[in-house]
């Protein structure tokens, strides 16, 4: 069983910092990549940030800048530092996780259950 579970979401004024977390925990075998999603309301699911294994990094324009996604391998977490909010940040922010839970590669995405990010003064 694999569970992955964020944290670190709440209310932050205009220009304001937060700091998500993501840790994937269970029968792992490796990951591949990790990243952050998020849906406002009306919205579809957006790419906001990913970190593949090795190191190297996507942002989604919105947040270039302003959000830096980091990881740590050893302890299968992922980080979402986000500085300079805007109201347009406001949204549920989704954790995922490819992991391969056999050793063959064969990797699968597992979702967390999502944490709310909103920003208002």
């Known amino acids: 069983q694999v569970q992955v579970v964020e944290s670190g979401g709440g209310l932050v004024q205009p220009g304001g910092s937060l700091r998500l977390s993501c840790a994937a925990s269970?029968?792992?075998?490796?990951?591949?990549?990790m990243g952050w999603y998020r849906q406002a309301p009306g919205k579809q699911r957006e790419l906001v940030a990913r970190?593949?294994?090795?190191?190297?990094?996507d942002y989604a324009e919105s947040v270039k800048g302003r959000f830096t996604i980091s990881r740590d391998n050893a302890k299968n977490t992922v980080f979402l530092q986000m500085n300079s909010l805007k109201p347009e940040d406001t949204a549920v922010y989704y954790c995922?996780?490819?992991?391969?839970?056999?050793?063959?590669?064969?990797?699968?995405?597992?979702w967390g259950q999502g944490t709310q990010v909103t920003v208002s003064s």
């Open positions: 269970g029968s792992i075998f490796s990951i591949n990549a």
């Open positions: 995922n996780a490819d992991l391969d839970r056999s050793g063959w590669r064969v990797y699968y995405r597992y």
């Open positions: 970190v593949i294994s090795g190191g190297s990094t």
